[in-house]
Nanobody, 113 residues
Framework: QVQLVESGGGLVQAGGSLRLSCVAS????????MAWYRQAPGKQRELVVGFTRGGSTKNADSVKGRFTISYNANTMYLQMNSLKPEDTAVYYCKGIYGGMDYWGKGTLVTVSS
C-alpha cells in the first residue's frame, strides 16, 4: 500500500504561480510512473505531466512551457507558472508501484481572472 498526499493548492490570480507537492510513503525511485493529473468541474480527469522510471516524460500541450515537474526520493513537485483561469481544477498525484495505481485525494487550485 502506498499513500500519496498532495498539498500546495490555493487561490491565485491569473499570471501567478503555485508549487504543488506530493509526498509518497514509498520512494518515488521504485515507482514505474509518477504523474500529476487534474480534473476541472464537469470535465474528465486529464494528465498534466508525468514521467516514467526510464526517464521519459509526458506533458499536456496546454501546460508546456508553464508547468515543470521535479522530484526527490519521496516528494514530487509541480511548479506552475503563468497560471490561467482554465488551469482551475483539483490536482491529483498518481503513482504506479508494482503494477498498481495509487492516487492522492487531490488539492484544489483556483485561478481568478
Amino acid at each position: 500500500q502506498v499513500q500519496l498526499v498532495e498539498s500546495g493548492g490555493g487561490l491565485v490570480q491569473a499570471g501567478g504561480s503555485l508549487r504543488l507537492s506530493c509526498v509518497a510513503s514509498r520512494t518515488i525511485f521504485s515507482s514505474a510512473f509518477m504523474a500529476w493529473y487534474r480534473q476541472a468541474p464537469g470535465k474528465q480527469r486529464e494528465l498534466v505531466v508525468g514521467f516514467t522510471r526510464g526517464g521519459s516524460t509526458k506533458n499536456a500541450d496546454s501546460v508546456k512551457g508553464r508547468f515543470t515537474i521535479s522530484y526527490n526520493a519521496n516528494t514530487m513537485y509541480l511548479q506552475m507558472n503563468s497560471l490561467k483561469p482554465e488551469d482551475t481544477a483539483v490536482y491529483y498525484c498518481k503513482g504506479i508501484y508494482g503494477g498498481m495505481d495509487y492516487w492522492g485525494k487531490g488539492t484544489l487550485v483556483t485561478v481568478s481572472s
